[in-house]
């Protein structure tokens, strides 16, 4: 009797080890904190590069011979649904979200980004005719998943047939629309050569003073005499000072998020005062893309808004525009929409002698 208590000591702790194993697992590689693979090698240059350099572990399932498939390919596609704009260290994995997303199957290794966020995952796979086997996923080693794939004109579809893991969502995420396969499509976003994101943008021979600061404006030495929020469907503007925005933008908090649509997203601010300066202030996560800024419908800078400035985990920074007339302006932010990223506004800040120092 007191061997089988302690072999039944012995089981029910070895279930709660393996389960505490799967939830750090889980938890740390959707956070970022550990690489969801245990054989990386070399030294990344990029998350997606990373990920290339890694293959999965056999959790509950062995891995299966390394042998080219006719699935094998790269494969992107550009769902339309709104961005991941927002920190999360424990948002649903899978989940469907707005941007490029970028999947490989390789000789039995799937593998899985979301450009937007940097979330990736990676797994095992196994073809057998019309049929695809996924097993070996980190946040669901205990799930295999089957689905009926085709490849017509150079798209990928994938019928789901069952696959519980991570309470559906992968199966409602790669099944959700078609993807393009990098060998057909070229050009197609993700599969094409990658951007020179340069922070600022300057063009030569405006009729303005263009300045850009790191940071958030209202904690400058000194700040703006006047700042507006860029939601003002929660916040309405002081007397003098007109905010418009597309119909297509996100409200936040006091924020509003410009998204790629084919229409353009866009928010302005028309002032009627006595102001020296006008500024833009783009504020949020690493997340944050290419925008551009016009004055009086004069382009006056455009560039990346998460390469402005950085400190602990918040990205942008504030630019000022100054050495125009009195009278009535008008200044606008439009999404620039290539890099299919959101642009996170905050504010507008106005001066009245101009004296704006971060």
């Known amino acids: 009797?007191?061997?089988?208590?302690?072999?039944?000591?012995?089981?029910?702790?070895?279930?709660?080890?393996?389960?505490?194993?799967?939830?750090?697992?889980?938890?740390?590689?959707?956070?970022?904190?550990?690489?969801?693979?245990?054989?990386?090698?070399?030294?990344?240059?990029?998350?997606?590069?990373?990920?290339?350099?890694?293959?999965?572990?056999?959790?509950?399932?062995?891995?299966?011979?390394?042998?080219?498939?006719?699935?094998?390919?790269?494969?992107?596609?550009?769902?339309?649904?709104?961005?991941?704009w927002w920190k999360c260290l424990r948002c649903a994995d899978y989940r469907v979200a707005g941007g490029i997303w970028k999947l490989q199957f390789e000789q039995g290794v799937m593998r899985i980004y979301y450009e937007v966020t940097g979330w990736r995952s990676i797994a095992s796979y196994k073809v057998e005719g019309d049929r695809l086997y996924l097993f070996n996923d980190p946040y669901c080693p205990e799930n295999t998943g089957e689905y009926k794939w085709s490849i017509k004109n150079g798209e990928l579809i994938l019928e789901t047939i069952d696959d519980p893991c991570s309470f559906d969502l992968r199966e409602k995420n790669i099944s959700k629309q078609a993807w393009l396969s990098c060998t057909d499509f070229a050009d197609a976003p993700g599969c094409e050569e990658k951007r020179n994101y340069q922070a600022d943008i300057i063009p030569a021979d405006i009729s303005v003073d263009v300045q850009i600061f790191g940071g958030d404006s209202r904690f400058f030495t000194t700040p703006p005499d006047v700042i507006v929020h860029a939601n003002t469907a929660d916040f309405s503007p002081p007397a003098g000072v007109e905010i418009s925005y597309a119909q297509n933008t996100i409200a936040q908090g006091v924020h509003r998020i410009l998204w790629w649509d084919d229409a353009g997203s866009w928010i302005e601010a028309k002032i009627d005062g006595s102001f020296e300066a006008i500024g833009v202030q783009f504020l949020g996560e690493q997340t944050i893309g290419w925008a551009r800024v016009l004055f009086d419908g004069e382009e006056v800078w455009r560039g990346n808004t998460s390469a402005i400035w950085s400190k602990s985990g918040r990205h942008g920074g504030f630019i000022n525009i100054s050495g125009f007339d009195e009278g009535v302006h008008v200044i606008r932010v439009e999404a620039l929409g290539f890099d299919y990223r959101p642009v996170t506004i905050a504010s507008f800040g106005l001066s009245r002698d101009g004296n704006i120092q971060p």
């Open 1 to 84: 009797m007191k061997n089988k208590n302690q072999l039944i000591a012995l089981v029910v702790t070895g279930i709660v080890l393996l389960g505490v194993i799967i939830f750090y697992l889980r938890s740390n590689i959707a956070n970022g904190t550990v690489e969801p693979i245990l054989s990386a090698t070399g030294t990344p240059t990029s998350i997606w590069d990373a990920l290339l350099e890694s293959t999965p572990y056999a959790y509950f399932t062995p891995l299966p011979e390394p042998e080219k498939s006719l699935l094998d390919g790269i494969y992107t596609k550009l769902d339309p649904s709104w961005p991941q």
